[in-house]
């Protein structure tokens, strides 16, 4: 079974600049996470869909981020302008159960994101 | 915010020593899961406990969990070089999504 596929795995950018990451989730996974995690930290929910639906999205700084999972599958994140505390890593993640977090999340490779 | 803080933060042993660390939570949970990351494999899943079970085995892990105190506690037997990673705990605070904490830093060494 494929996993969770991210790209691109590292990106350098200036302050100000956009980018964009991609995410595929596990086949038939139906939720679908992104989380930033900052240096030291745990990872922290920016925003998370149920198909292509947005169920949570109270943690993502909406006046730079935003994120869509069109066809209910595959999901973009995009930064725009990015600032230097957006350096991190940003992991996706999903899992097959629509509700209440029984089952483990499947986590892709994460993008290394520096922001100068 | 995290919901979990582990404890301690970082911890150096030799290879065949058992590892223990300890995560602490504040609200009410559904279940813990235990997660590790390295720079080799990513985040991976390593257990998941439910609110109404106290102790769970998976190989050489054993987790327990106290939700009077709202603790919970991994132990690793018999390490080994590959176990050096970070470990998180992560719970559901009953919704249906993930807070997890700081994280343990275990370094084996061969």
């Known amino acids: 079974e494929a996993g969770v596929a991210q790209s691109p795995r590292y990106k350098i950018i200036e302050k100000r600049q956009s980018v964009a990451f991609w995410c595929n989730p596990i086949?038939?996974?139906?939720?679908l996470y992104w989380y930033q995690q900052i240096l030291g930290q745990g990872p922290k929910l920016l925003i998370q869909?149920?198909?292509?639906?947005?169920?949570?999205d109270s943690q993502l700084p909406k006046d730079r981020f935003s994120a869509e999972r069109l066809k209910g599958v595959d999901s973009t994140l995009k930064i725009q302008p990015a600032k230097l505390e957006d350096s991190a890593v940003y992991l996706c993640?999903?899992?097959?159960?629509?509700?209440?977090?029984?089952?483990?999340?499947?986590f892709g490779p994460g993008t290394r994101l520096t922001v100068l | 915010s995290q919901q979990g803080e582990e404890d301690p933060q970082a911890l150096s042993i030799q290879e065949g020593e058992n590892a223990t660390m300890n995560c602490s939570y504040k609200t009410s949970i559904n279940n813990l899961q235990w997660y590790r990351q390295n720079s080799g494999r990513g985040l991976v899943h390593l257990i998941l406990i439910r609110s109404n079970e106290r102790e769970k085995h998976s190989g050489r892990l054993r987790v327990t969990l106290d939700t009077s105190k709202k603790s919970s506690s991994l132990l690793i037997t018999a390490s080994r070089a590959a176990d050096t990673a970070s470990y998180f705990c992560a719970t559901d605070g009953n919704t249906d999504k993930l807070i997890f904490g700081t994280g343990t830093r275990l370094q084996v060494f061969p």
């Open positions: 086949s038939g996974h139906a939720t």
């Open positions: 869909f149920q198909n292509n639906g947005v169920v949570d």
């Open positions: 993640a999903s899992s097959p159960l629509l509700l209440r977090s029984y089952n483990e999340q499947f």
